[in-house]
T-cell receptor
């Protein structure tokens, strides 16, 4: 069965600095990987996904993610963090067209 | 499209009562997922449907939980009887059947069982 792991419960960065939120995955076939963001009292919002092709995927709000097959990782990045980026971030993996499994989430705090 | 619509947004009920959560997926989506989010357990997949048919309900915690999808536009998650440990935020999500397609989430139902 497919799964993802987010090794950090919390990530703190200063505004204007680059940010990275880590994710590693485990799948038996081709990985379909996703990042979502959750703001307080809201549902999850889709940020970006990797299906195939370029290892660097660009998404919403200036976020991007780098797929690394050899390290089985799919880290979320942003060159310059904003205070408004503070939220809960989830990595997810989908087995083909079937179920979607999420990591435990990483709380990102961007300090002014 | 209005997105995935869940109702109610908040539900407070007494232990032992029946609770029904409702979800309207995005029109044309083939898959519907029910998730539960708690601080302790994170985001858990409870059950998902494909074309109104339950595919995997292994995440349903107990027999007290049941889910149905009578048609492509509506699904329910029922808890009977409810217990305080069922308190959580329940999310419904839907997606197309295409490989690698993202799921779209509703706003969630915050359930409190007292």
């Amino acid at each position: 069965a497919q799964s993802v792991a987010q090794p950090e419960d919390q990530v703190n960065v200063a505004e204007g600095n680059p940010l990275t939120v880590k994710c590693t995955y485990s799948v038996s076939g081709n990985p379909y990987l996703f990042w979502y963001v959750q703001y307080p009292n809201r549902g999850l919002q889709f940020l970006l996904k990797y299906i195939t092709g370029d290892n660097l995927v660009k998404g919403s709000y200036g976020f991007e993610a780098e797929f690394n097959k050899s390290q089985t990782s799919f880290h979320l990045k942003k060159p310059s963090a904003l205070v408004s980026d503070s939220a809960l971030y989830f990595c997810a993996v989908r087995d083909g067209g079937n179920d979607m499994r999420f990591g435990a989430g990483t709380r990102l705090t961007v300090k002014p | 499209d209005a997105g995935v619509i869940q109702s109610p947004r908040h539900e407070v009920t007494e232990m032992g009562q029946e609770v029904t959560l409702r979800c309207k997926p995005i029109s044309g989506h083939d898959y519907l997922f029910w998730y539960r989010q708690t601080m302790m357990r994170g985001l858990e997949l409870l059950i998902y449907f494909n074309n109104n048919v339950p595919i995997d309900d292994s995440g349903m915690p107990e027999d007290r939980f049941s889910a149905k999808m009578p048609n492509a536009s509506f699904s329910t998650l029922k808890i009977q009887p409810s217990e305080p440990r069922d308190s959580a935020v329940y999310f419904c999500a839907s997606s197309l059947a295409l490989y690698g397609t993202e799921a779209f989430f509703g706003q969630g139902t915050r359930l409190t069982v007292v």
